[in-house]
Structure formats: C-alpha cells, structure tokens
C-alpha cells in the first residue's frame, strides 16, 4: 500500500515523542471531488530527525460515515515522498 494523493489536514498534532524520536499524528486525508465526508483517517507516525512518515493506522469513511476499511502500518516513505502525498510537512508540530 502506497501513500495516496489528497489534500492532509492536521487534525490533532503529537504530544509526545517515543524513543526512536518519531511523533504522531492524526490527519485527515480528503479527495478533492469526492462527497465529504468520504476521506481518508490517518494517524501518522513522522520522524523528526529525518523527517520520513509513514501511516499507523488508516480508515477509509464512505459518505454516509461508514468505516469501509482499516489499514495497518505501512512502510516508511522518504521526507520526499511523503511531501509529495501530503504537502508540506513542517506543519507538523514535533514535540520539544
């Protein structure tokens, strides 16, 4: 599974950091032309150091708020690749 095109919209920032220095996050991942509130859940893991992402856990919300499908951890993506699906990432808020 790949991250996919949309438009990320930072719903909660991190609080904490975990040892390996990576904060989550969770984020709303719309589809332009799709009817809201069909979109994409995120909660994202971000490596402050490298800035690399990659997705915890996903759910995908039909338009009448049905969770249609839940996703597991992904692979980690380049702070590229990750920029490229998400848009700039110096949105996200790292802990310290």
């Known amino acids: 599974m790949t991250i996919q095109d949309g438009v990320l ?7 904490a950091q975990d040892a390996q220095g990576s904060a989550f996050f969770r ?5 332009p032309g799709k009817p809201d509130p069909y979109g994409m859940y ?11 992402v990659r997705i915890k856990r996903q759910w995908l919300v039909d338009a009448d ?6 996703n597991q951890t992904t692979e980690w993506e380049s702070k590229e690749a990750g920029e490229q699906a998400f848009g ?4 996200i808020v790292c802990p310290g």
Not at 27 to 31: I, L, P, Q, S, V
Not at 42 to 52: D, H, K, M, V, Y
Request: proline letters at 0%; charged letters at 25%.
């Open 27 to 31: 984020a709303r991942h719309e589809y």
């Open 88 to 91: 700039d990432l110096r949105r």
């Open 9 to 15: 919209t930072v719903i909660q920032n991190s609080v």
């Open 65 to 70: 708020k049905h969770v249609i499908q839940v």
């Open 42 to 52: 995120n909660e994202l893991q971000f490596r402050c150091a490298t800035g690399e």
